[in-house]
């Protein structure tokens, strides 16, 4: 039996315990609430650094527009919203008074700011990202590699190697520069992606965007530019210079033939590196725009000594109309035989003129540049006789990979590009595609991913002759442009301007039939 001593006793260890437990209870409590408020306190001090963190940031990436937000509101605060109105009325009136008098001045400094930042949130910002995955450029977390890694006991976890962990990843845009005719729309790619994915994509890209070209330029690895044309400037002729005697000096490597779509001046090396050049188009396409508009350029140089002419003219037609110009000229396939060992007769002789004293012939009267232009070079280097065709083809060859550094350019033109028809087409730096009659001829002139690119010229209309794309040497992406015009009274201008000692009228065009 159990005395009331022990009784007492056990009542007395519970109760003891009982408090203990409580005190301990009321402890731990403390140091839970304690905790909380802690982590309370560290997530909501987190998130604070982290959105102002963003908000920096996003200062620092758009200063523009955070300046301007910034402006607006202190002039509210200070000023009032009234007096805000009445200025922004009258900065409108005045910048409109601007461009009345001087578009130009006001493009550069004004409209394209103004236009690139409202084309970027308005238009590019809010669409692009659709219009990149309508067109398949957007990445699934369902396509992404999965990751899975498994610790010591035996857990294991799955993810996938992305920055986001559901929906879609579609490429970023980070800047947009608008010119008169295009926007150029920097886009950085995501994990899975590749420039190429971009070219591939270029027509409907340019589908989706409702403009007529697209063009992807790759800038970095995982950076690219996509460039909508919005308007066409090479829609309107484009003339040849004017002759005249107050011509002076040319840049040999930069001769002016033309326009490119971006506004610029379209230049060719005659001299150097990539000037030899092969030309593709179709009948009426225009390929003695091509040829002529640099000789017109060139005219002082030509009649000053410094560029020798040689012409090679199967037709006999199209050269024949400026015959005076070209020292040697040849229309039969053996005429052009003679011309040919004679630029390689004169290619030998400088050889053992300069050879070990220097790399480069110094261009002078008594050593010019050795200009050949080869009109409808497939009319003997396929349609005439064996003989003739592989003797024709292997100094083309010798020309071509020895006549840089020797002053020597070989300049030809073609209709039908297959390498049947001009076995030596890789052998030419630089090439030009004008209006050709399949998709295929553009890859055989440009190159392989040339059409993927935007150099589409089996859709230039019958009217644009003289429009094609620039491919070669120096030059990343194809380059659309359109040749200077040459009318036939230039071509005779430049003849006489050439033979007579420079005595020529100023022509800017005319009838005639020189496109």
Not at 216 to 235: G, I
Not at 491 to 515: C, S
Request: net charge positive.
């Amino acid at each position: 039996m159990t005395s009331p001593g022990m009784l007492v006793i056990a009542l007395a260890g519970l109760g003891l315990g009982v408090w203990v437990l409580a005190k301990i209870g009321r402890a731990l409590a403390s140091m839970a609430e304690l905790l909380t408020a802690m982590v309370v306190v560290f997530v909501a001090l987190w998130w604070a650094c982290k959105v102002v963190f963003w908000l920096f940031s996003q200062v620092v990436i758009h200063w523009r527009t955070s300046l301007t937000v910034i402006a607006v509101y202190l002039w509210c605060v200070w000023v009032g919203w009234v007096w805000l109105v009445v200025n922004l009325v009258g900065l409108a009136l005045l910048l409109g008074v601007w461009r009345l008098f001087d578009v130009t001045s006001f493009d550069q400094w004004c409209g394209r700011p103004l236009r690139s930042w409202w084309l970027r949130w308005a238009v590019y910002h809010l669409k692009l990202p659709g219009w990149l995955h309508a067109c398949g450029l957007s990445v699934r977390d369902a396509a992404l590699p999965v990751e899975v890694t498994v610790n010591l006991v035996g857990r294991r976890k799955a993810s996938r190697a992305t920055a986001r962990q559901s929906g879609v990843q579609v490429p970023k845009v980070l800047g947009v520069r608008s010119g008169p005719s295009w926007d150029e729309v920097r886009v950085q790619l995501v994990p899975g992606q590749k420039p190429e994915d971009f070219d591939e994509a270029a027509r409907a890209l340019a589908s989706a965007r409702n403009v007529a070209r697209c063009q992807v330029r790759e800038l970095k690895p995982n950076v690219v530019s996509v460039d909508f044309q919005r308007r066409d400037q090479l829609a309107a002729l484009v003339h040849s210079p004017a002759l005249s005697e107050g011509q002076s000096a040319v840049d040999l490597r930069k001769v002016w033939a033309g326009r490119t779509e971006y506004g610029h001046d379209w230049r060719v090396p005659l001299l150097g590196s990539g000037a030899h050049c092969l030309t593709a188009g179709a009948s009426g396409a225009g390929k003695n725009s091509v040829m002529w508009c640099p000789l017109v350029s060139v005219a002082p140089a030509i009649r000053s000594g410094l560029v020798r002419m040689s012409g090679i003219d199967p037709k006999g037609m199209e050269l024949a109309y400026g015959r005076g110009i070209f020292a040697r000229y040849a229309v039969s396939g053996k005429d052009a035989l003679e011309v040919l060992d004679g630029l390689v007769e004169e290619m030998e002789s400088r050889k053992r003129e300069f050879a070990g004293r220097v790399r480069t012939i110094p261009l002078s009267t008594e050593y010019p540049l050795e200009l050949l232009e080869f009109d409808e070079i497939g009319a003997l280097t396929k349609y005439t006789d064996r003989k003739t065709r592989e003797q024709i083809v292997e100094r083309v060859a010798l020309l071509n990979t020895q006549g840089r550094a020797l002053n020597i350019s070989v300049r030809g033109y073609v209709q039908e590009p297959t390498k049947d028809t001009v076995p030596v087409r890789e052998l030419f730096t630089r090439r030009v595609c004008l209006r050709v009659t399949s998709k295929t001829h553009v890859g055989m002139v440009l190159g392989d991913g040339a059409y993927e690119r935007g150099a589409w010229a089996n859709r230039i209309g019958d009217s644009e002759a003289g429009v094609g794309f620039v491919w070669g040497e120096g030059i990343r992406e194809p380059l659309r442009i359109r040749a200077g015009w040459v009318s036939d009274e230039t071509v005779k201008a430049l003849e006489q301007y050439v033979t007579n000692g420079g005595v020529a009228r100023p022509v800017l065009g005319g009838e005639g039939a020189a496109a």
